[in-house]
């Protein structure tokens, strides 16, 4: 097993660009979820999912879509870029068994919003 | 609203000591409580986790923790530090269980382990 696959590793952005990060799992997980992480700040979360076709709201949504078409993929889209969208982002997902159950994160997106 | 805190941003020991790394959460009702640990360019990794019953909770690479409802805290434990150990520990908590539950992450704190 992959685990949890994350593209780009890095990426430069400027103001006002847009791009996707893009997420993969082959554990065949129903629950997947973005973070971002900042110095000093913990990871926070943006949004998450329960299964294909159904997405939510977590601490930080603004400036962030996601979609949920298949199990396997989860999409962050940035629909225009700004500097404060710098930080490092990670995937992660788990099993729909409950929040007791552990994650399993991607190795992380590295994005720089000039 | 539930919270977790690391009051260290780092920890600093010599290798073959004993180090603790500590954790204090807010919630309303029983927590589940996780430690996950980032080597550097890396994605967290899951060390050990406390939903119930025993307080004294073993994972990963020898690390262990404590669970204190009285004092609200889940401090991470391990009786001999290694310099593999060197990396950053977040502590994590939720309150809320079934599948939309969400888990709220400290702010991290960096172990830094010396020969």
């Known amino acids: 097993n992959a685990g949890v696959t994350q593209t780009p590793k890095f990426q430069v952005l400027k103001t006002g660009q847009s791009m996707t990060l893009q997420c993969a799992q082959d554990m065949n997980h129903e629950y997947m979820s973005w973070y971002r992480q900042d110095p000093g700040m913990g990871l926070r979360l943006i949004h998450y999912?329960?299964?294909?076709?159904?997405?939510d709201q977590g601490e930080v949504p603004n400036g962030y879509n996601v979609s949920r078409s298949t199990t396997e993929d989860f999409p962050l889209r940035l629909l225009s870029a700004a500097p404060s969208q710098t930080s490092v982002y990670f995937c992660?997902?788990?099993?729909?068994?409950?929040?007791?159950?552990?994650?399993?994160f991607g190795s992380g997106t590295q994005l720089s919003v000039l | 609203a539930q919270s977790v805190a690391q009051p260290e941003d780092q920890v600093n020991v010599a290798e073959g000591n004993p180090l603790t790394v500590k954790c204090t959460y807010s919630v309303s009702g029983n927590p589940y409580l996780f430690w996950y640990v980032q080597y550097p360019n890396r994605g967290l990794q899951f060390l050990l986790k406390y939903i119930t019953g025993d307080n004294l909770v073993k994972g990963s690479y020898g690390f262990e923790a404590e669970f204190n409802k009285s004092q609200t805290s889940f401090h991470l434990k391990k009786p001999s530090a290694l310099v593999s150990d060197s990396a950053l520990y977040f502590c994590?908590?939720?309150?809320?269980?079934?599948?939309?539950?969400?888990?709220?992450f400290g702010q991290g704190t960096t172990l830094q382990v010396k020969p």
């Open positions: 999912s329960v299964g294909a076709g159904i997405t």
């Open positions: 994590a908590v939720s309150a809320l269980s079934g599948n939309t539950g969400k888990l709220i």
């Open positions: 992660a997902s788990r099993s729909n068994r409950g929040v007791n159950e552990k994650l399993f």
